[in-house]
C-alpha cells in the first residue's frame, strides 16, 4: 500500500495472489510435472535476454561546418574558448580533437546568431547566463562531433588447433577429482500411494526438514477445454471471499501462513494450498470458503482488460514476442496460444459469477494428487473427498496434445517490424518417431554436445568464431509416447544486417553433421557429471514418482540407468543419430526483423518465402 500509495482498504489497489517469490528448481517441478519442458525453458528465455549498456555514448547528429565559417576559425575558437574548454576533454582525460573544437565554436555561433534573430541585438542578462550554461552543457556532454561508424568488412575466424590444451588447462585435467555418486532413490520406501477415489490417486512423502506441508490436486481441465479459463483463474485470484475483501483475504492467509491459489494450462489445472501442518486444515477451510462463498467485484475485470492492454502495448515491438507468435501461428493455426484466448471485447462483456462457473468444471475431471507433510495421508484424502475436491463419479480424459503442422519441402516465414534492430530466428527441422528405449542416451548426448554449454558447437561457431549472435543455442525433443512428431530446433538472436549469414551458418551446423570428435569425450563427461550432481529434493519425490508409475510404467528411480548407457556411447552414435532423425529433412525458418536490413530474395534458397502480418499472429 505505501508503494501504491493506496489505502488498505481500498478494492481497487494492487493486491498478491502470495504466489509472488522466486520458487525453488522442486516447487517450479512439482507446479508443472508433466511438462519439464517449461524448467528447461526458462534456461531459453533466459539465453534470448539482451543486454542493454545504459551508459554508452551519446547518440548525436553530425553536423556539417560552413566553409565560410573554417575559413576564419581561429578567430572563432579564440571567442568561444571558454566553451570549447567545457568539453575539450572526456571524462577520462583525453583530449577529444580538433574537429570537437570546431563543432563546439560552431555550435556557439548558430546558437548566437539565432539568439539575436529571436531576441533582439542585445540579450539580457538573464538570457546571457542560460545560453552560456546550455552551451557548456552540451560541450561537457561530448556533443556534437561524433564520428559515422562504418561497418568493417569482415569474415568469421578458421577455428585453428580445436584439440590443443594450454598448459593451465593440461593442469586442470590432470587434477584427481573425486566421483560424484549418484543419488538412487526407493521410492517405494520414500512415497506412498493412497487412491483417493477409483479415478484420482494421491503420491505422499515425508517432510524430514520442517513443518511446512505442500498439497497439489491436478484436474485434467484446461485451456484445450474452454479458451476462457485463464482468465477465470486470474479473476479468482483477485477477488475476496464471503463478507471480506481481498486485503482482508490475503490478511487470514497470511496469520495462518498459508498460501492458496488455482492455476491452468493447456491440459490440467492445479488446485494449491501450503503452510505449516498444525494449519493445514484451517488454511484449507478458508481456501473452500472462497470457492463456495467468492465475493465479486467487477472492478477486477477491468483490471483484466487493463493488464491485457498493457500486454498488448509491450508485444508491439517485442522481437521474441513476435518470433514465438510467427511460430504459434504458422504450427498451430487457430490454436495458437497467442490466437486461441478471449479477447479485450470479450473480456470486456464477462461476469465475474460466469468466470467462477468456469472453475466447477475442473472438479468434474480425472485428476492425481501430489502431498508432502507429516500428516497420514490416509486423513489427506479423506479431508479431500470431504470437501468435495475430489468427487467420485467423474469424466476421465486421456492426454492431449496440439498437433503441429508438418511440412514436406522447405520455408521461411517472417515477420516483420521497421523498430527490430535486432532478428529473432527460429529454425526447425520436424523428425519422425522416437525410439525413447533405444536413443533416449544419444538424445541427451547430442543435444550436449550440439549446446549444452559455452563448450557446445552453436555457441562456439556462431556466437564466439563468427560473431554472428547475441545468443544460440538447439537441441532435439520428442515426445516420449510419440503423441507428437519429434523435432531439432535451433535458435539465433542477431543483428538484423546479419540475418543471412547468421541463417546460413545455422543450417549448415543443423542439416550436416559438425564433426569434431575432439569435443566428444568432453562433452560427454561434462554430461555425466552434471546427471550425477543432480540430486532431487524431497518435495519433488511425489510427482517424480507419479511420471514414472503413470508415465514411464516403472516404479524405479531410472536416472543411473540412462547415465550409463550414456557412458558407453561413442562418437559415431552421435553421427548416426543424425543421420536417423535429422539428415535429409525440410528445414522450416521462422524470423522477426526488420525485413528492410536483410535480403528476402537470397532467404529464397531455403524454400518459399511468406510474410506473416502481426494482426494475423497475434490476437488482442
Known amino acids: 500500500c505505501l508503494t501504491t500509495n493506496s489505502d488498505i482498504d481500498d478494492p481497487k489497489r494492487l493486491r498478491y495472489t502470495q504466489q509472488e517469490y522466486l520458487k525453488s528448481e522442486e516447487e517450479m517441478a512439482a507446479l508443472f510435472p508433466d511438462h519439464p519442458e517449461v524448467l528447461t525453458n526458462t534456461l531459453e528465455v533466459a539465453d534470448k535476454v539482451d543486454l542493454y549498456k545504459i551508459d554508452h555514448d551519446y547518440i548525436l547528429p553530425k553536423y556539417k561546418i560552413d566553409e565560410g565559417f573554417l575559413a576564419d576559425i581561429d578567430s572563432h575558437l579564440e571567442k568561444y574558448a571558454e566553451f570549447i574548454e567545457a568539453g575539450k576533454n572526456d571524462p577520462k582525460g583525453l583530449y577529444r580533437g580538433d574537429d570537437f573544437c570546431k563543432s563546439v565554436a560552431y555550435l556557439c555561433h548558430l ?55 594450454t598448459d593451465f588447462a593440461k593442469h586442470i585435467a590432470e587434477r584427481k577429482v573425486k566421483d560424484i555418486k549418484p543419488q538412487v532413490l526407493d521410492y517405494k520406501k520414500l512415497v506412498q500411494t493412497v487412491p483417493v477415489t477409483k479415478n484420482c490417486t494421491l503420491y505422499a512423502s515425508k517432510n524430514p526438514k520442517n513443518d511446512l506441508f505442500s498439497l497439489d490436486i491436478y484436474y485434467h481441465y484446461g485451456s484445450f477445454d474452454n479458451h476462457n479459463i485463464e482468465q477465470a483463474m486470474s479473476y479468482f485470484s483477485s477477488i475476496g471471499a464471503a463478507d471480506m475483501p481481498p486485503e482482508q483475504y490475503s490478511i487470514e492467509m497470511d496469520c495462518l501462513g498459508g498460501s492458496f491459489s488455482l492455476q491452468s494450462g493447456g491440459d490440467y489445472s492445479y488446485f494449491s494450498l501450503s503452510g505449516p501442518e498444525e494449519n493445514m486444515e484451517k488454511i484449507l477451510e478458508l481456501a473452500m470458503l472462497k470457492l463456495r462463498n467468492p465475493r465479486h467485484d467487477q472492478q477486477q475485470i477491468k483490471n483484466l482488460v487493463e493488464q491485457l492492454k498493457a500486454y498488448r502495448k509491450e508485444s508491439k515491438n517485442d522481437a521474441s514476442t513476435w518470433t514465438s507468435a510467427l511460430y504459434e501461428y504458422i504450427m498451430y493455426g487457430d490454436s495458437s496460444d497467442y490466437i486461441n484466448h478471449a479477447t479485450i471485447k470479450e473480456i470486456k462483456k464477462m461476469k465475474g459469477e460466469d468466470l467462477v462457473k468456469l472453475i466447477d468444471n475442473i472438479f468434474l475431471r480425472d485428476g492425481y494428487v501430489t502431498y508432502v507433510g507429516n500428516s497420514n495421508p490416509n486423513h489427506v484424502a479423506e479431508l479431500l473427498r470431504k470437501n468435495n475436491l475430489v468427487r467420485e463419479n467423474v469424466t476421465v480424459m486421456p492426454k492431449r496434445i496440439r498437433q503441429p503442422h508438418t511440412f514436406s519441402e522447405g520455408a521461411v516465414f517472417y515477420a516483420s517490424n521497421k523498430k527490430f534492430l535486432k532478428s529473432d530466428v527460429d529454425l526447425r527441422i520436424g523428425s519422425t518417431n522416437f525410439d525413447y528405449k533405444n536413443d533416449r542416451a544419444a538424445c541427451a548426448m547430442f543435444n550436449e554436445y550440439m549446446s549444452g554449454s559455452m563448450a557446445g558447437i552453436f555457441f562456439q561457431e556462431i556466437r564466439e568464431m563468427r560473431s554472428l549472435a547475441y545468443s544460440t543455442y538447439g537441441s532435439f525433443s520428442y515426445d516420449r509416447f510419440n503423441r507428437k512428431p519429434s523435432q531439432y530446433y535451433g535458435y539465433v538472436g542477431t543483428q538484423c544486417d546479419k540475418t543471412n549469414d547468421a541463417i546460413a551458418a545455422m543450417r549448415d551446423l543443423m542439416v550436416t553433421f559438425p564433426e569434431r570428435p575432439s569435443k566428444f569425450d568432453g562433452a560427454r563427461d561434462y554430461l555425466i557429471s552434471v546427471r550425477n550432481s543432480n540430486y532431487l529434493t524431497f518435495r519433488s519425490f511425489p510427482s517424480n ?26 562418437y559415431d552414435d552421435l553421427q548416426a543419430f543424425h543421420k536417423k532423425y535429422i539428415e535429409g529433412r525440410p528445414l522450416i525458418v521462422f524470423i522477426s526483423g526488420n525485413d528492410k536490413k536483410f535480403d528476402l530474395k537470397a532467404l529464397g534458397q531455403y524454400g518459399k518465402v511468406q510474410e506473416v502480418k502481426y494482426k494475423n499472429m497475434i490476437r488482442f
Open 545 to 570: 514418482y507419479r511420471y514414472l508409475v503413470e508415465e514411464e510404467k516403472t516404479d524405479r528411480d531410472n536416472r543411473t540407468e540412462i547415465t550409463e548407457e550414456i557412458r558407453r556411447l561413442k
Open 111 to 165: 546558437t548566437y546568431e539565432g539568439a539575436k534573430i529571436r531576441y533582439g541585438e542585445k540579450l539580457t542578462d538573464e538570457q546571457a547566463e542560460r545560453i552560456a550554461f546550455e552551451l557548456k552543457t552540451i560541450s561537457s556532454m561530448g556533443f556534437p562531433d561524433k564520428p559515422e561508424t562504418i561497418k568493417p568488412d569482415w569474415d568469421h575466424l578458421e577455428a585453428q588447433n580445436q584439440g590443443e590444451k
